[in-house]
């Protein structure tokens, strides 16, 4: 390749480079605005518990509807689920009678290998007498 004589020569090359980019105001006309990142709404949590939560939920349901109220406010009921290893005390249930319908709120702790918490909950009876867990959260 030989060698350039003067500075001057490469005057066309640095031209000719310099139509591939553009700055400036120029810019922003070219920049799509009709698309938005990260529009996608979040899906909500699913209504229905894991599978470990739920028999979790259905051993404190259990305990609930068969606990002797009168028992439960001189020493806690102990509940405990084999299948999940979570165990917990029911230390308050209160029932309220309307009409054929029978509901009993409660308080529970949980303990799971992520810790320890304190629940609060309801279990109704439904239909033929079938206890069904209406509310059961963690207190605040």
């Not at 591939?20 to 698309?35: F, K, L, P, R, Y």
């Not at 028999?55 to 028992?71: F, H, K, M, P």
């Amino acid at each position: 390749m030989p060698a350039v004589k003067s500075p001057l020569a490469l005057i066309p090359l640095i031209l000719a480079l310099s139509g591939c980019t553009m700055s400036g105001s120029g810019m922003q006309g070219m920049i799509d605005d009709s698309v938005t990142t990260g529009s996608i709404a979040r899906t909500p949590a699913l209504a229905h518990p894991a599978p470990e939560q739920d028999s979790d939920n259905q051993t404190v349901r259990n305990a609930v509807s068969a606990a002797d109220i009168n028992a439960v406010e001189v020493h806690p009921l102990a509940w405990a689920n084999a299948e999940t290893g979570t165990k917990g005390e029911i230390t308050a249930i209160t029932e309220v009678k309307s009409g054929p319908r029978i509901c009993r709120t409660f308080k529970t702790s949980r303990q799971r290998f992520d810790g320890i918490a304190l629940y609060k909950g309801e279990a109704c009876t439904f239909g033929a007498g079938q206890w069904t867990l209406t509310r059961f959260a963690e207190s605040e």
